[in-house]
């Protein structure tokens, strides 16, 4: 088409019109109220300034929320050990010394044990299966709920997608060869790996390359191959297992419940707006930059999934550790059995679109 | 926590701070100049009003940029044939007479046979993997390209999530019984039919039940257990297959060129970040809406997936239609390198990562 048919074109005649304006007045109004008030928020984060992925998704919600704001709210990111260290994100947001977090949800299960089952469930539900559950299936007001006791008022603040299940210095063909295995994984997963005779290790990032290369652990898992790259584990490691245990972890930008509150209705709407575009957009490079690495990694590296043998007994494994968490904990068992439900009914139809499709596809 | 021990605790000793400011002094300029300013803009749907999932998630969109813009972007839906029948929003857009559309790529073929690979791919990339080749493989800028040419910007408006493969009356077992078999199924899957022996026929949503009640078709295809239910198909038919021609479907929300490119940096930010949260949102509603419909579905139904032979003769068959289309036209081959170029990266992370976790989670 021209640029001039375009401008010279005439307008259709609309007739009478039936409008369906999805805009309601009274929003208007309290929108207005508290526009032009400036409001400066600090949050810190658990990764490392300008992270990749996590950490610049992080800062990129920050310079978002500016945007669509008009420059009336603007959120400062720290990164971690700046203004917090990186995991007293959680206790300096509930205490109001600073605002907000953006972290991952794994690792609070020490204030409360049914937090685990916000982060991810080995075993268990994809990121775009999770956040179904979290917005549909109840996941969210739990959540909202739990973190309330601590003053605290999460949103989902991305995901990692699905997460390799870690390198390994030797092969694993059999349960046999686990044993005694010492291993860095934290969380459920690390539970499981306990019950199966590894013993689990907790390193801090710094540590765990050398801890690799050195033969202090046999195996480590970390999060896929864009930031396992970065780690050089393929240097230290032969054998590069598929995942299991962290199919969709969830990551969290969290308020302090009473500053959250105060916010106007405006701004409430574009920082939930702006998390939400940030989830998707950090699943997606999650998937690109975990492909391209995928295929840039040295020949040396072997590709392993498990054995049956062990994701079975892992399976077996998993349901003993959440009966007996459920067992320990009210929450825990409330949670779980929200999170059960949703699998139930989401799993018959996951098996005839998405895995159904994979297959075909092939 | 007490509210009283998290209203008297003292705040950190902050020390010496080094800051990340994420947002830039003259982003907040450039949105300034136009706050304040009203913009009220005209966007078609080729949905009924209100219609679940697509038609009510543009109701949210649109009502998203008006509270997100603080009121100065007022953005009125009408639903189809309101303002303009439902597949003339693409022109009406393009000639400026309204400002924007939501509607599905797919309808628009006729324009541009390379736009069918925006739209999604049968036999090819699922909804997250789609949203990956246009946000980092280059298939948003070909689509912006090719759109720039009808005076259109695209954005994502959503994406259907895997659809099912039809409603059949008579269950398929061999190559055979597609034979002469009229089925109402559009676009590139319709075609592949076509080389399968099938007989693909168009109708207008209202006469697709009792065209298939009537036997005047033998199947027919639409979305998924959600949307199907709707329609009573069930009544009809008794064979449900599963997917292979839609896996991922995209959606739209277009804007006339012109009238994007005179919008302020705000209100463009504004509209991106809610149509990036749209499409997540619709996804994630998609998923729990349909695994709530397959639960409810009457137990006459059976749900099949195509044999093998078919599966296989239709890859053969979709090959032999896209060769035929990249001779046909420049730009089809283009896109379609772009598309496979993204699809060599994704398939090994896809076959190690989602495709082998829903395999070892059974």
Same mark, same amino acid.
């Given at each position: =088409?021209?640029?001039?048919?375009?401008?010279t074109?005439?307008?259709?005649?609309?007739?009478?019109?039936s409008?369906?304006?999805?805009?309601?007045?009274?929003?208007?109004?309290?929108?207005?109220?508290?526009?032009?008030?400036?409001?400066?928020?600090?949050?810190?984060?658990?990764?490392?300034?300008?992270f990749?992925?996590?950490?610049t998704?992080?800062?990129?919600?920050a310079?978002?929320?500016?945007?669509?704001?008009?420059?009336?709210?603007?959120?400062?990111?720290?990164?971690?050990?700046?203004?917090?260290?990186?995991?007293?994100?959680?206790?300096?947001t509930?205490?109001?010394?600073?605002?907000?977090?953006?972290?991952?949800?794994?690792?609070?299960?020490?204030?409360?044990?049914?937090?685990?089952?916000?982060?991810?469930?080995?075993?268990?539900?994809t990121?775009?299966?999770?956040i179904?559950? =979290?917005?549909?299936?109840?996941?969210?007001?739990?959540?909202?709920?739990?973190?309330?006791?601590?003053?605290?008022?999460?949103?989902?603040?991305?995901?990692?997608?699905?997460?390799?299940?870690?390198?390994?210095?030797?092969?694993?063909?059999?349960?046999?060869?686990?044993?005694?295995?010492? =291993?860095?994984?934290?969380?459920?997963?690390?539970?499981?790996?306990?019950?199966?005779?590894?013993?689990?290790?907790?390193?801090?990032?710094?540590?765990?390359?050398?801890?690799?290369?050195?033969g202090?652990?046999?195996a480590?898992?970390?999060v896929?191959?864009?930031?396992?790259?970065? =780690?050089?584990?393929?240097?230290?490691?032969?054998?590069?297992?598929?995942?299991?245990?962290?199919?969709?972890?969830i990551?969290?930008?969290?308020?302090?419940?009473?500053?959250?509150?105060?916010?106007?209705?405006?701004?409430?709407?574009?920082?939930?707006?702006?998390?939400?575009?940030m989830?998707?957009?950090?699943?997606?490079?999650?998937?690109?930059?975990?492909?391209?690495?995928?295929?840039e990694?040295?020949?040396?590296?072997?590709?392993?999934?498990?054995?049956?043998?062990i994701?079975?007994?892992?399976?077996?494994?998993?349901?003993?550790?959440?009966?007996?968490e459920?067992?320990?904990?009210?929450?825990?068992?409330?949670?779980?059995?929200?999170?059960?439900?949703?699998?139930?009914?989401?799993?018959?139809w996951?098996d005839?679109?998405?895995?159904?499709?994979?297959?075909?596809?092939?």
């Amino acid at each position: =088409m021209q640029r001039r048919d375009f401008l010279t074109t005439s307008a259709l005649g609309l007739g009478a019109l039936s409008l369906t304006g999805c805009y309601k007045e009274e929003d208007k109004k309290s929108i207005n109220i508290n526009r032009g008030r400036k409001v400066a928020l600090k949050l810190a984060t658990s990764w490392p300034a300008h992270f990749p992925i996590m950490g610049t998704g992080v800062d990129d919600f920050a310079s978002q929320c500016g945007k669509l704001s008009g420059g009336s709210l603007e959120i400062k990111v720290y990164p971690k050990n700046i203004l917090v260290p990186a995991l007293q994100v959680f206790d300096t947001t509930s205490l109001a010394q600073i605002d907000a977090f953006h972290s991952g949800v794994y690792y609070w299960k020490g204030k409360n044990s049914a937090f685990s089952i916000f982060g991810g469930m080995p075993l268990g539900l994809t990121s775009e299966e999770m956040i179904t559950w =979290m917005k549909f299936g109840g996941g969210l007001e739990l959540w909202r709920e739990l973190y309330a006791k601590f003053n605290l008022y999460p949103l989902i603040g991305g995901s990692t997608g699905p997460q390799m299940g870690g390198w390994f210095k030797k092969e694993i063909n059999t349960l046999a060869d686990l044993k005694g295995l010492k =291993m860095r994984i934290p969380g459920l997963g690390g539970e499981v790996m306990k019950k199966l005779g590894v013993n689990p290790v907790l390193l801090p990032p710094g540590e765990i390359f050398t801890s690799l290369e050195r033969g202090t652990i046999d195996a480590t898992e970390w999060v896929g191959p864009a930031l396992d790259s970065m =780690m050089g584990f393929a240097k230290a490691a032969q054998y590069y297992y598929t995942g299991w245990h962290e199919p969709g972890s969830i990551l969290e930008i969290t308020f302090n419940k009473n500053r959250w509150e105060k916010l106007s209705n405006e701004h409430q709407a574009i920082i939930t707006s702006a998390t939400e575009a940030m989830t998707g957009n950090m699943i997606h490079e999650f998937r690109y930059k975990n492909a391209k690495a995928l295929q840039e990694l040295p020949k040396e590296v072997q590709i392993k999934t498990f054995p049956k043998e062990i994701m079975d007994s892992a399976k077996i494994a998993l349901q003993e550790v959440l009966e007996k968490e459920s067992k320990k904990s009210e929450d825990f068992k409330r949670v779980l059995q929200s999170y059960n439900e949703f699998t139930a009914l989401n799993k018959p139809w996951d098996d005839i679109s998405t895995k159904n499709f994979l297959e075909i596809r092939g």
